[in-house]
């Protein structure tokens, strides 16, 4: 750095948060002076936090700075110490901080003066040529407890100072060596990928902490958004990943949430539960954080995902009985659903779940949540297991647990009982497990008044307006597909897949992932890689727009799942086996990655000459790869033919688009008006644009019904069918006149995008010139097929012509959607079973799936 | 009054607060000495408002002294004058007083010094004998508009001062003999309801606002409760009896509703509708104030609610088009249905409305509210007839009004469609209308676990336990039959009152009308009577224990429309006709009423001589009286019978009562384990408790069966016969031992109080000994049938037994309740289509509807 007077010095800062052995920060500042002179006065602060985010986005952190009251602040020693309680909560937290100064360096008066600042000053003489170098080393110390913190922060302080800045480096350096040595990954051919799995693996082992005394922050330590809270996606994310990876981080935030396990007991009371413990949407120290329960301790699945980490935790542990603690917070937690759900005799003594907010925050306080009936079958059935397991295994510690929490003899049956039993429909008209009871029965979410790059929804919707339309935040369903999708069959999760793809927004950061999986798992290769990449490069390439409130730790963990769960197919049986079913795609050359699994460090790479499998580590282990049971001894390498990737086909949600004709992709409706009106005029019938409207949608014989309404005598059958006839030769003039630029704006790219896609476009129109008006706006050949409104049965608003649609194309109606601009034309859509896209006003067309106001505005590809 | 000296004064204060002019109140004071000599000061002052109460009882108002903020204080003239501002809605307030002070009294110093009073002095010297007099004359003015208010208060208190105290009492006299005169009412033969009837009239009277620019406050002028907010209870309850008795106030709450339509725009705004208007849930100026919109905003029905006043006003009104303002008013609101509902293809084209709460707050963000479908319904009805009517009637008004919102020619059809098409399903199961899609899925609450005195729920229970189960605050359902109830059949309407009843916690103060009404409907007299006494009495035996709060003002109104509609059965046809049905409680002499209807008084007088109806004023009225067409011109009278009321029946909900044996009425189990015990120790087998346990429930066989499963040989069906022959043997001989002692404690009370009901008992138990041992226990004679294990078909958890006892007693399984202390009895009874009652612990029998501890605290007649 260069003075205001042109002197030059050399400033060397390097800092240093070690990964292992407390709470310290390092620090080495070295200062030489290259042509400088004077004097040198060093200040070393600790600053009293002041939160400086403030914001009406629920996903920010409200601000805490007000929140944390500066204690103590004093030199004790050579430590310069500072303690802070939050108001509330009466969290306190002490800083100290030591330095080793070398000997030009001279201490003098320490910073007190600023109420919430302490400091310690060391001053020098420089000369051209000289140097200092100075080394601070910070601890912290933080509990509710009455603990001395600020000793605590002191002697750790001081502990880290006596080991020095060069051990501690080298401490440093070796454990992350140890931990990317066994946890190594990468992919080749694709480098942002490849930085994306590094960089999200880095931030993911530093932030979770190990001391088995604080939960993974959902920003980790990256950013003060959702305040440094823990949420369950922590056991649902991160921990399948740590437990591959860092086994022992996995122990230690277990051990957190059994340390919480009193505040969860309080929040199951508070929720009027007598027995059992209901774990926090969102927590520092265990209470549930959140203000707004419906979409906080409604959140009842935050106990499954608990008992999910912890099964996991197991099943790739040494296979000993669980312990005392961890029993207690399984069999607490599980209790839970018993207070929530019952065998309900309407549903033929199934057992169903009440009043819950699932995953997909876009809903709540529903019946029956889809993955909260899964997740709760699993946590059921696994808590069963380990009691009776437990009880023959190790009978004097499961008769302590049963004890301490009054567990009956009884319970454990109802617990299987009730998983045995849970209710898990699939609804028999789309064949998709509905997201809740009610989900399926509401309206789809009006994406076309609702821009998509204007995300997310939360912030620009009521709650209310999101609970009342199938909108996904994040895929609740297709999430259980993935976690406890074993007994679902491969049709049904694809089922699943297409059904609600199009329903979600991926406001959350966790839903990328959960696509990746398991459009992986079906085939989806492309979709895969494309959501592989959203989740992977979220916070590198800021795609939410909200990196600056930290990276998302559960996205980051998402990557690695998008990796090992995806493409690597990793799935773990319910013996604990690993199962993997390793594709390749084709744009890339290889990845690798490696597994920790009982005692096992197990390297898989993927090539396009096979999966070569290496036990680097443990005795044996066992795993399937594409189904074929393997085994590997100590030191054992093994390579596996890969199967062939299907060729790259994105999911496809719609067979046919059946367009209407007037008022749709031209209007002639002004053309008839004229034909009818020089007709009405010859025959002496009054005829005005307000009967006119009449005619919207309606077939030629009844528009003329409809006219001679009006009429002063009736007239006979053979009469209408002169006039109509004479109408149809008036209406065959103005024809003539018609260009392609008579098409509506949007017309000629909504048949072009359809097309694009692959899927088939046909015509239904009422109008038996149609076949003339396609030809002369120069659109004949955008069609698949035209129907015949002569041979395709009743008029609309009847379903005939569609269905006539739909059958002459092969396509199933449920997978077709009809684009319309009248009432009776919408009334035929849904009739059929379409999906129905209205053109025009909403007031009018409500009844349609969607509505946009014209065809230029129609965007057909989001539908498709 | 004497003072310390022993001197004495005769002090008489006059208030009056009058009821049409403005917004004074006046005071007369005045002193005469006895025997006092000396000097006195009277000090006057205005004190700025400092709200006392603060509670965590939602119901009762936050406390606003610290959001009043102190403005001006002065002394202008004659007048003392301050004004204070809310500090977060703006609104501001001034109050003015002036005084007439008799010549005795001369003006001192006024009262400045304490910044939160404005006051002046006046003093005299008195003699014994001598008497002063002194007039007060205080006068408000409030808005959110930048008025001089406090010149305004000022004025009016100057004016009101001028015209002096005898002239305003004179005024107010004359003012309420006039209300009194034509709103006539009372019982004889029933004096606490009579004076509950004057008292509820005269405070809902004095209550409501006649300025047009402010709503009735929840508690009337009487509390602070609720904060003085307004609720739609004001135009649902309030407006129809005021509309009989006062209706300029119902044009002034219309024409506040009216003032308040931008705000209700806002609101609709903010719940993401493009078009029309919301009023809110609860307000002072306009704007929503509640803080948890599932049961503050999401309660659409509001809108109904002002529809449905709006509709009587004018229907009792002279019979001209409605106002544009009316329209406009009525047509906003009839938009947002349309946009939180729509014709669901699934429901055949039904209308449905999506995520909504009713009047039921003790569920919340359901789809298709029953009372907001029934509701809706009407307010689509009546907004699409009178925009016929007016379109055809006053067509430049429609135009304007049509203009100015925007509204589309097709938009008064689609609501009449939506009306016709509206979702009104009944559960084919119960026969009951669902008060909303999933409510009858939900588990019944369990009453047994909350004492009933406990009250409100919602002080004691998370909203969450409230909303999972079938437990109403108020009966939604029933509303919607008394308040649009006429197409619906009584059969119906009975069905919904015994299946609602017993779910009904009255915990809002609106219930008790509602089923007094339903229930004088019904015919079920006795249950109306005592409803009626309960909402009628409820503030001046401070039933509900919170008067303090203030008194409720909608429960006032449902006093009057107990007698009303209920006991006079008068309903509005759809043509404005009115329809009565008056009927004589036996326990009254007479009653009366009077009603203001098209400009005309009708007197009701009913006895047990007939029903007389007068009309006092007008001149002509057309009317029913059950059912049959009757006119009268002015100044007619005419006597009709009066139809014979039926025996009072309370509504039955019950058949029979079913009871295991063994472990509800007595507990023989620790008598068959010996007899088991004897008999497994003769033949060698291992016997204990835990083998015990699972014998409970089961029948003899079955039980030797589980114990053979641990015999060293297998045993033929012979030796199973005789062992169990001679375990019976055993048993015989344990049960001579049995005499009434062994009954459990509460065992006589639930028999003795299922038959005192009327309901019908039996005993459904596996045991063959069942006979004798009842004999035994002394309650032969208390069961109309003992079904005989023998001849009842498949043991529990077969249904059979259970079937067999309802059939016996010919009753309908569904009307029956069953109670057992065994998972495989509860299975029977629920499998039986019965309410079963479980005793025991509740983690074991959750599939019972009701599980309480012991059959101590069975408690049955809760439940008959």
Redesign the interface.
Known sequence: MARPDGSRLEVAATRLVPLFGGTQLALRLSIRSIDYRGPLLLESCIEASEAAVRADDPRIGAGVGAALIVGERRIDGGAAVMTQAAALSGIRVAVAQVHRAGAALSPREPILANPKVVGQRYAAELAPGGAIVIEKFVAWSAGTDPAPLDRQAVAAADAAASRGFDALERDQSEAWSAFWRDADLGIEGDAPLDQALQFSLFHLRQSTPADGRHGLAAKGLTGQGYEGHAFWDTEVFALPVLQMTAPALVRASLDWRLRTIEPARAHAR???HP?GALYPWRTIAGAEGSGY??SG??QYHINAAVAFALRLHHLGGPGEPVSAGDATMLFETA?IW???G?????QD?AF?I??VTGPDEYS??V?NDCYTNRMAQMHLRYAADVAERLASAAPQTYRAVAQAIDL????PV?WRRAADAMYLPVDA?RGVQPQD??F????LWNFATEPGDERPLLLR?????L??HQVCKQPSVVLADVLVGEGIAAPQKRRDFDYYEPLTVHDSSLSASTWSILAAELGLVGSALDYFREGARLDLDDLHGNASHGAHMAAMAGTWLSLVWGFGGLRIADDGELRLRPVLPPAWTAYRFSLQWRGCLLRVNVSAAGVRYDLERGTALAFRHHGAAQSLSAGEAIVLALPAVSPDVMPRHTDAVIFDLDGVLTDTAELHFRAWSRLAAEIGVPFDRKTN?RLKGVDRMTSLDIILERAGRPFDADERRALAARKNGYFGELLEELTPRALLPGALDALRDVRERGVRVALASASHNARTIIAKLGIADAFDYVADPGKSGRPKPAPDIFLAAAAALGADPARCIGVEDAVAGI?AI??A?MKAIGIG?F??L??ADVVVPDTATLGIKRFL
């Not at 919707?461 to 307006?465: G, M, S």
């Open positions: 508070e929720l009027n027995l329960f419906p301790s409604a209790r018993m207070q929530i019952r065998h309900d005799s309407a003594g169903c009440y009043s709540a306080l019946n009956l003899e009884g319970e109802a008209r009871d009610g399926l029965d509401r309206p919707f009521h709650p209310l307006t609970y009342r409207e009334t849904k009739s079973g006003d007031r009018l409500s009844d």
